[in-house]
């Protein structure tokens, strides 16, 4: 009798080993382990890859079989090995996975067989275990490889702007729930506007390297995702090289240079300031260099196109963009202040014609009434919010300055603040 069972397998405990042990007092238990994908779709990417997971399962007694398990529903795995029964938890009976449950009843009474539901072993707490999987932390190693498993594993890659270790646990943490599965952020971009805002400086490469580096230092401490720098043009190549080791070795997964030369401007000014574009050859030495200087095979150079904010046409950051991917860059991205999104819309359908799998890099800040799913519709890989967080803590901060002066006393501004027994809690140990 072959009895299957679909599971994650980045935390075992002893739930997991008694229905192992049930299914294999009943038959051969064939273990449909699910992939990145299957779980980036609804859930956070496992702590484990897949082949690590399946290291470790395959290696359990009881356990005859390991096969991967490519979608959330077991339906297409049930259908395709045909077991005589699938055992799960009967903890499915309420919650979220009532509707897989029900799915899995229809497919099992199609193909004849049985679904066996093993009594939830109590004492077991698996928020409480995914949680104590998060207080790990991580790597710069394993920091690192999360961007490219990322893009291999979802569609698109949801990255949030932080300048500060608070800003940077919003986004590790936050988590809400849809109907779809839970959505959180995937990753940190770090900003050279929201960097130089943040210290009261302009954006135009006046913060060097070190000073963005301490910044980040504090965000690397408390949080454990994927970081995509923004590396402003990368300066000369000749510096450009040690920038992407020192970020390598942080545990950085990306840099993104930007194809402009001389003073460097924010590109949300377009044309109302100089914007000069580099000549194609020398940008593309620069991303060249940047690659070989990596030591990982990891790290990321993504090329960032400047054409549209310069005023050029589509076609110009078309011819750029065949360039740099020749050159070596990892990823493009394509920016614009264009509100319409049709300039973008149009660049993104027609590299996408011509490289079908190289990464494509948004930040919908102007263009901003699009949703994920239609920029991935258009081909994005990664959507960048590029400056949200401190956008936002700026009118918040100047409200309460402006009611301390108008009341005289910070009673009025209270409400406007985060009780103070919630701030004294929000980081844990203070106490
Ligand atoms: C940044 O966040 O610093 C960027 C994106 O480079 S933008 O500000 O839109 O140029
Ligand atoms: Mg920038």
Redesign the pocket.
Known sequence: MLIYLGMRGDIIHPGIINIIREGARRGDVLVGLLTDQAIAAHKRLPYLTYEQRKEVIENIKGVSQVVPQEEWSYVPNLRKYKPDAIIHGDDWKSGPLQKERDDVYAAMEELGGQVIEIPYTSGINSSALNEAVRSIGTTPDIRLKTLRRLLDAKPLARIMEAHSGLSGLIIEHLEITKPDGLHSFDGIWS???TDSTNKGKP?IEAVDLTTRLQDLTNILECTTKPIIF?G?TGGKSEHFVFTVRTLERNGVSAVIIEDKVGLKK?SLFGTEVDQELSPITDFCQKVSAGKRAQVTNDFMVIARLESLIAGFPVEDALERARAYTEAGADGIMIHSKEATGVDIKTFCTAFRAEYAHVPIVLVPTTYNQFTEKELLSWGANIVIYANHLLRASYPAMMNVAKSILENERCLEADSLCMPIKQILELIPGGK
């Open positions: 900003s050279s506007l954006d923004d402003d924010n």
